[in-house]
């Protein structure tokens, strides 16, 4: 019997993988709230949550203009994308021009969101990922199924088998230290090769007119100092006022992604490099792409986002299912807000993703910027309804509602529910209470009691 | 897409939406990692991510040679040699046509901040990145005046020159299978050589 989209992933995911990526998910949400309560106890964490929302309430539209003006003040070449195929022509020009044909790349989420690799790739151009986890699924042309950890379902065993596969290492090692030598090692001569790197940015500071990139693996430095020319795509929504308040957000950032007190690495790029080996050239493009209308939106709150991943981390859905099986760029969370949001009229192939939530409120919770990501969740699930669209499989909640706006029914049914514990509701393989259980199981049911005590002490 | 456009069509998003003034930041944004001032907490901070101080210089020749390290680089931006000359194999110039030849390079840490244990390298004090990033080992060295205590403190004038950047750290990555592995990309030993 048919599944909703992500039922089959959580149905077909490979059960070691599933569990790593629930392991790395937990330790990460563990990690985040230790380091957290460690650096900033108290109510001192809450205080820099608020802190960094608040920054980013501010004046958007004022601190593009005043960012624009400052980064061509320092040299760069500013230009605007209203849409993905905008951004990869202007990028795909300006390595044209420049007869261009080795391009290193630094991790960047917005260049997975506009495809930007399979696009220049049938151009024919050399991209190379130089993030190793972003390494690791491009050479078999996946998608990241992480923001942070791009390649959490893959074993090292796979890895091992594909870096043969594509000539990275000579021979089959799974040992992580071996294959990430191995990398090192083809990346070097990528490195020295490139003409042109690509990157995001974590933030643009409006006052100063410079980028920020942050990494532990230090491939940004050393991309830009092998390449002549740096193209970096923002999001419009990446724009901060200036270096003062970025404090508050590289204090949480390596916090609430990898439980780190910082990333090893930070890079300020204001402009074409003065040192010898480094970018002579300096291109940043403004990339909209749905995001003006999310910002007049409801659900603007989201474009606070500072992509740290803890949502995800943080998600009993995600941990179940993997980023994959939110089947756009953003996954967890994050993706069930962002991506029917960013898909304009194409938000009925992701309709189901708004329902992929058990609505328990852990993603607000831990939330660095402190969005309201179960609100805006419910904001997506209403626009579904409201446009009538059609969600496959999706299960009629009408018995619910009954049985919840009717008290004798809900009196007797609470009477009766424990009940439930000596059903075998796994039996049931039929209708949608057969596709529920064949993934899932209820708690125990242990309450009931309370209406009782009530009536005795209240 | 014209600048203006793109610029007015932000503004236009933007009408309907409650600005909230950028707020004052406060002691909201120090951490309890400052802890003992800003030279003990640089040190322990930044070790604790297994970065290496050294005070001085046999600590700094014994280091090296225990990472079994005979050819380096020294940044044509440093003053001197350091002496260096008299254990190694030293050259003031990267040739990127051999950039596995060097066990190590050595360059000036414009600053260095307590908070979180970053070593603040700039492209004005630096004449080549290759050779802050490509050997093996990478010594930054650094005034013992020029560290300052909070994140806010390092970033103050981050700007003053086309790139910088804060370093915390070896290269590192735990992209297979969470497994912690060091010396990814750059340097797989980060030493930071304090002075007076």
Known sequence: MALQPIDHFCETLDPHVKKAITAASVGSTNAQKAILERDYPGDKTDHLRSLANAIKGGDLAGNLEKAVASLERNGITVLFAKDGAEARDIIYNIIKEREAKNVVKIKSMTTEEIELNHFLQEKGMDVVETDLGELIIQIENEKPSHIVKPAIHRTRGDIAESFVKHNIAEKYDDNPNHLTLAARKYLREKYFAADVVVSGANYVLAEEGAIVLCTNEGNSRFSMAGAKTHIALVGFEKVIPSAKELAVFLNLLARSATGQTSTAYTDFVAGPGKSKNSPKEMFLVFLDNGRSDILASESAEILKCIRCGACMNRCPVFRLVGGHAYRATYPGPLGIVLSPLLAGDKLATLADLPKACSLCGACGEVCPAKIPLPDLILKNRDKVKKQHIHVPNDINFWPFKLLATTPWMWKSAMAMSKAANFLPLSWIKFGPAGRWFKSRTIPRINGGNFRNWFKKNG | ?196
């Open chain 2, 1 to 196: 897409m014209d600048k203006n456009d793109f610029l007015k069509r932000v503004r236009e998003a933007s009408k309907n939406r409650k600005v909230v003034e950028t707020p004052k930041l406060d002691c909201g944004v120090v951490s309890a990692m400052l802890e003992g001032g800003a030279k003990d907490a640089f040190v322990k901070n930044f070790t604790s991510n297994h970065g290496i101080v050294v005070e001085d210089f046999d600590a700094l020749v014994r280091v090296l040679k225990d990472n079994g390290c005979k050819i380096g680089v020294v940044d044509a931006k440093m003053d001197s040699t350091l002496g260096l000359e008299k254990h190694f194999e030293i050259t003031r110039e990267f040739d990127r046509n051999i950039p596995d030849a060097y066990h190590f390079g050595v360059s000036i840490a414009s600053k260095a901040i307590g908070e979180s244990g970053s070593m603040i390298l700039k492209d004005k004090d630096t004449d080549d990145r290759l050779t802050t990033v490509a050997p093996w080992v990478h010594v930054a060295v650094l005034k013992e005046s020029d560290i300052v205590s909070t994140l806010s403190d390092g970033l103050d004038g981050i700007i003053d020159n086309a790139y910088s950047i804060f370093i915390g750290a070896p290269s590192k990555t735990s992209d297979i299978e969470g497994v912690l592995v060091e010396g990814v990309h750059g340097p797989g030993v980060e030493i930071c050589y304090i002075v007076k």
